[in-house]
Structures are given as C-alpha cells and as structure tokens.
C-alpha cells in the first residue's frame, strides 16, 4: 500500500518569497509522484508528476518539485510567491502500471502582500 | 474540447436519502475514477471503472456503487446517507485503466450535503 505525509497543514509565505511545500511518500514498489492544485470550490489542477527520468521535475505556474529516492520525498518549490498561488496543494502517490491516485491530508499555501 | 462534466454541482440530501452522482469523461476517455473529498482532507478513492468493468474499489461500505455505461459516463450511487457522507464527490477520467501511466483529469465536483 503507498501513503503520502504532507507536513504542514497551512504555510504561510510573503509574496515574492520561496514557496516550500514538503511532501513524503511510503511505496513498496517504484512510485510516481503528483502535485495538483486546489482553488476554492473547483477540481484539481495537475501542477506537475514525476513518472520515470530525470528526478527534477517542472511544472506549470513555475512550480517545480524534486524525486529524492533516498529520503522518499518529493517536495514542491517555487522561487518567488504570487499571491494567485494561494490555493490548496496536494501530493498524491500512484503506482506504475495503475492510474488510481493516494493523496496526502493537502497544505494550504497562504500568501500575503 | 470539453474537459470532465459532473452534475449536479451541488445537492442537499437527508440521513436515510439516496443520492445518483454523474461523470462525463473527456472524450476519447475510457476510464473514470471516482474520488470523496472530506472537508479538510485529501480525495480519497472510491472506484475506477475502464470499459465498463469496475477495475478497483477503495475502502468503501457497500452503501456505495457505481456504473459505467456504454459511452463510458458513469453514475455514483450511495445508499442510506449518513451525516458523514457529506463531501465533494470528484470524478477523474484517464485515457485507460492501467497498464501504463495516463494522467487523470479531474471534473469540478458534486458537493453533497446530508443533513
């Protein structure tokens, strides 16, 4: 079974600071790793997965996020903060082969002028 | 294109109640998940249907099921709500099932209310 641990339920960051939001991830076989993005009272949004190949991901937004094996994380960066990227973002977990996703509890990005 | 359809959008129900979700894939699209979302948590998966087969099944009661017809839409029907069945019900459509990786594309939810 795969689970994901989201540390952090609210972060909050200033607008044009590092956004970091930290995601770790238990598979007993080779994962792949998602970030969506949740605004208020829509679906999710895939910011961006990692699958196979390089371990440092981009995405949309000027997300990115980087597969680290050894620590089973893969957490989700952005250099500067916008305060459009308010939202709440989830990590999910799927296993290769299936589509199906396993989501964390989610973190929500708060950002202040 | 039109993306992933879900109705209604929103829906009061009581305890006792039944209650039919429906999902439109994208087209093209033969596989359909669906997803509960509690207030304040991550989706957590309920069923995945590919060519009409129900291909997985989360930790679910009985009280829920769920169909996928021949153009692949699909209808979440749940039994004798209960007061904790009040969520956003998301639907997902991938191109198939399984065998390789193919995103999944989320509609805009049902939000259902049991009171």
């Known amino acids: 079974a795969q689970s994901v641990t989201q540390l952090g339920s609210h972060v909050s960051v200033s607008e044009g600071a590092l956004v970091l939001l930290r995601c770790n991830y238990s598979?007993?076989?080779?994962?792949?790793l998602f970030w969506y993005v949740q605004y208020p009272n829509q679906g999710l949004q895939l910011l961006l997965k990692y699958t196979t190949g390089a371990t440092l991901v981009k995405g949309i937004n000027g997300f990115e996020a980087e597969f680290k094996k050894s620590e089973t994380s893969f957490h989700l960066t952005k250099p500067s903060a916008h305060m459009s990227d308010a939202a709440e973002y989830f990590c999910a977990v799927s296993v290769r082969g299936y589509s199906t996703l396993t989501f964390g509890k989610g973190t929500m990005l708060l950002v202040s002028p | 294109d039109a993306g992933v359809t879900q109705s209604p959008t929103h829906l009061i129900k009581t305890r006792g109640q039944h209650v039919t979700l429906r999902c439109s894939p994208i087209s093209g699209h033969k596989s359909v998940s669906w997803y509960q979302q509690v207030l304040g948590q991550g989706p957590q998966f309920i069923f995945q249907?590919?060519?009409?087969?129900?291909?997985g099944r989360g930790n679910f009661p009985d009280r829920f099921s769920a169909r996928q017809f021949p153009n692949y839409s699909s209808e979440l029907n749940v039994n004798a709500l209960l007061l904790g069945d009040s969520a956003l019900y998301l639907c997902?459509?991938?191109?198939?099932?399984?065998?390789?990786?193919?995103?999944?594309?989320f509609g805009p939810g049902t939000r259902l209310t049991v009171l």
């Open positions: 598979s007993s076989v080779p994962p792949y």
């Open positions: 997902a459509s991938s191109a198939i099932g399984r065998g390789q990786y193919n995103e999944q594309f």
């Open positions: 249907y590919y060519e009409k087969e129900e291909r």
